[in-house]
């Protein structure tokens, strides 16, 4: 452990974190899940160790593109290594970090994860807090609003279900969840 300005650095291993439960009110992650073992430790150690109310920020890459972030190339999605360390050698590139330091991590596949680990999507209520403002007075908000004589969740259910399938497909994914209180 070191000190590094008014903070302190730890080196630790993702899926083990050495930290207490409940200890946190923020983490932030960015592009570290594709190169951890075990995703799904980490969403759940993450989880252990947030205050109740607290709030994770992720970011990682999507491996269901057609582009390899790490190498720059065109890429298969969720090809497997074996494939994927052949065709790397035929364009030239090292597989070493394929193999070393890259899981596959897509986007409903960690979506699922933090909903499994018990956390809570401020998307929801960021679209529950857009759908039903007040100041939202143009057409397409009113039209919005009233599709809720099929039931209230149905305009926040389409915003999702778009939202979902725009994010789905790039290369770049990010959560931003809460662990309740």
């Known amino acids: 452990m070191s000190a590094v300005g008014i903070g302190w650095t730890v080196g630790a291993v993702g899926e ?10 923020v983490i932030l992650s ?4 594709e190169h951890v073992e075990n995703p799904a430790a980490v969403i759940h ?4 160790v947030l205050k109740p109310g607290g709030y994770i ?5 999507n491996y269901l593109l057609f582009w390899e972030l790490q190498y720059q190339v ?19 590139r090292n597989s070493r970090f394929l193999h070393e330091a890259i899981t596959y991590t897509t986007f409903p596949t960690v979506r699922r994860t ?3 680990a018990g956390f809570r999507c401020m998307r929801l209520k960021m679209y529950h807090d857009f759908v039903y403002s007040s100041e939202k007075r143009n057409l397409k908000w009113r039209l919005l609003k009233s599709m809720s004589i099929f039931g209230k969740a149905f305009p926040l259910s389409i915003l ?4 979902y399938l725009r994010r789905a497909f790039r290369t770049q994914a990010y959560e931003f969840k809460q662990k309740p209180f």
Request: hydrophobic fraction near 55%; glycine fraction near 6%; charge should be positive.
């Open 160 to 163: 999702a279900s778009v939202d």
């Open 45 to 48: 150690g993450a989880y252990r």
């Open 74 to 92: 065109w890429w298969f999605p969720l090809l497997p290594k074996p494939i994927g360390d052949l065709y790397l050698k035929a364009v030239k």
């Open 30 to 33: 960015n592009q570290v899940l």
């Open 114 to 116: 933090f909903f499994l």
């Open 16 to 25: 083990r974190l050495p930290f207490l439960d409940n200890a946190f009110d």
């Open 57 to 61: 920020f992720l970011a990682y890459g």
